[in-house]
């Protein structure tokens, strides 16, 4: 019977061969080993130091004979916790090595549906520190976006402190003394708001939402969030 944990903590063929007979008959001569096996002699022999050296056998001489015992089980357990610290520890490093590369590259999401609007509304006070700042196009007449806001997201934004600058086509008294919100308004005539998409920049993302069709771009990248937040700047500024 083969013993797939065995080779998963570094055992190789002959190893778990050797080591499996001496769990079911105890003290074995590396002869007895080659007899019930069929591993060559010289292999027998080197799989017996291999697991002595894992602490997985015992030497134990009978008068001119010497003799190998197997440990008990107990020891593979002791090997498989080293091997889980191993684990995390390299796996924490190979995050570490993807992040180095990712740094540089964009990540960019898609994703459709009310429920993925709602998600791009809440993953900005997720994002964002306390007292944050994000940027907003938004078309006020035309998105409905208040049946894709989620419950729990002005909430958790006023929580935080955030502060948004938005640029949309359309203002009332009342949208511009909301806490937190400065807000200036295009002329129509440009028709930046005719195509129902708006657009936020928060922390080290830009996300893109068609209303119409309820789909949502996310581009994760601090450069092109930085780019796009000068560019909103400049022209709230000009406005």
Do not use: C, W
């Amino acid at each position: 019977m083969n013993y797939p944990i065995l080779k998963n903590l570094g055992l190789d063929q002959n190893e778990e061969k050797s080591y499996v007979f001496l769990l079911e008959n105890g003290a074995s001569s590396p002869t007895d080993i080659e007899k019930k096996t069929g591993i060559h002699r010289p292999i027998v022999y080197k799989s017996l130091e291999s697991l002595k050296n894992k602490k997985l056998v015992n030497v134990s001489p009978k008068g001119k004979r010497t003799l190998y015992i197997a440990e008990s089980p107990e020891k593979l357990e002791s090997m498989f916790r080293d091997l889980e610290k191993s684990f995390f520890s390299d796996v924490e490093d190979l995050h570490t090595l993807y992040e180095l590369g990712q740094k540089n590259k964009p990540r960019v999401t898609y994703s459709e549906g009310k429920q993925a609007i709602q998600d791009s509304y809440m993953d900005i006070p997720n994002t964002l520190e306390k007292d944050a700042e994000y940027y907003r196009y938004m078309s006020v007449e035309n998105s409905n976006r208040e049946k894709f806001l989620p419950k729990g997201y002005r909430t958790l934004r006023d929580k935080k402190g955030l502060e948004s600058m938005i640029i949309t086509n359309k203002s009332s008294k009342k949208d511009a003394v909301k806490l937190g919100r400065r807000v200036k308004t295009l002329p129509d005539s440009y028709g930046l708001f005719e195509y129902n998409i708006g657009q936020v920049i928060y922390g080290d993302k830009v996300a893109i939402v068609d209303y119409d069709s309820q789909s949502v771009i996310t581009i994760n990248h601090p450069k092109f969030a930085e780019f796009q937040k000068k560019i909103f700047k400049l022209l709230f500024e000009k406005m």
